[in-house]
């Protein structure tokens, strides 16, 4: 079993930034590759980032290129979306995922495990 915990989320302004960050627990952290992903009301949750094993290869959604940054620290069993830039059409509930196969992937269903999931709301 692996244990997931999202924060750092909130409201934040138009141009502003949030850390996103999320502990893992209960295997072995580094064993695995970590996505972030998001579901805004009334919408299908999407893809947002993902990471490797070792933090050497990341994938990013189009409209987040550039303003969004994933990372990880495997000594803190923790991952990390840092979000800059941030738009109104950014809001949405922001979920950490892990996939125990360890190759970064775009696909929700490879993910295995899932956060509660953490808010993030852009006022205009």
């Known amino acids: 079993q692996v244990q997931l915990v999202e924060s750092g989320g909130g409201l934040v302004q138009a141009g502003g930034s949030l850390r996103l960050s999320c502990a893992a627990s209960?295997?072995?952290?580094?064993?695995?590759?970590m996505g972030w992903f998001r579901q805004a009301p009334g919408r299908e949750r999407e893809f947002v980032a993902t990471i490797s094993r070792s933090g050497g290869t990341t994938y990013y959604t189009d409209s987040v290129k550039g303003r969004f940054t994933i990372s990880r620290d495997n000594a803190k069993n923790t991952v990390y979306l840092q979000m800059n830039s941030l738009k109104p059409e950014d809001t949405a509930v922001y979920y950490c995922?892990?996939?125990?196969?360890?190759?970064?992937?775009?696909?929700?269903?490879?993910?295995?495990?899932w956060g509660q999931g953490t808010q993030v709301t852009v006022s205009s």
């Open positions: 209960g295997h072995t952290f580094s064993s695995y590759a």
């Open positions: 995922a892990a996939d125990l196969r360890g190759a970064p992937t775009r696909d929700p269903i490879r993910y295995d495990y």
